[in-house]
């Protein structure tokens, strides 16, 4: 108990948890929908992030002992009583499932699949970066029941740019071509979010993120821009 509240403490935010769970709802959910609907959404997400940052935190266990050793809880005398505790949390995370109206089959396979990845590959730097990206576009589609029309899918994919957006700007500074990468991920997740061709005025709200990088890039938390701006700014142009 003692090792899971100080992991509680350590790595999950609420308050970032839910801002965020808020934040990705803004991009499927309509203002036309119940509240009931909004609140069971943001709610799914919310709990979904928390479970998977356990399963991510678990799966790789290999290297962030090595490059974080602040997280005691992945200290081989604590891993195995951690692992109890994330395995307790998947497994009631399954029972609440049950209450949620969104597809249910593809989030216990990503979970499953999850799991099996990590166990497989939790030495491959390259898995353990991209696999805890591809929950965002799947419980964003979860939300969405799974609607495979092409603006969807679009949606989708436009939710991965989101939190690669993170990553990109957060080492903007730290890498030589960090700054040309954010401005194409940025660009990319406008153009797939603001759909210029349906409606010209639209680049406007593309380019404004990527004409105040420049000049903001020094700023901190810049990182948390994208967050912030596109969903809010999607869900304003489409619901106003």
Known sequence: MIIFLNYL??????????????????????KEEHLSTWITGVLFIF???????????????YFDRKNH????????????????ITGCIVGVYFLLLNFFSFFKTPILFLVIGSIGVYVIFHKNKAVLYVLPLLKYPILVAALHNFSMEIGSIAIYIASLLLLLSFDTLETMKETKNGFLKAIVVLLFLGILLFKPWETPFNVLFIFIPLLLIPWIKTMPKIEYMPFIYYPLTFFLLTNL
């Open 9 to 30: 403490k350590m790595r999950l935010n609420p308050l970032k948890f839910i801002s965020l769970a808020i934040l990705l709802s803004l991009l499927v959910l309509k």
């Open 47 to 61: 709990i979904s992030l928390f479970v998977f940052r356990c399963l991510d935190d678990a799966g790789s266990v």
């Open 69 to 84: 050793l602040d997280r005691t809880y992945l200290y081989p005398e604590n891993y195995r009583q951690f692992l109890v």
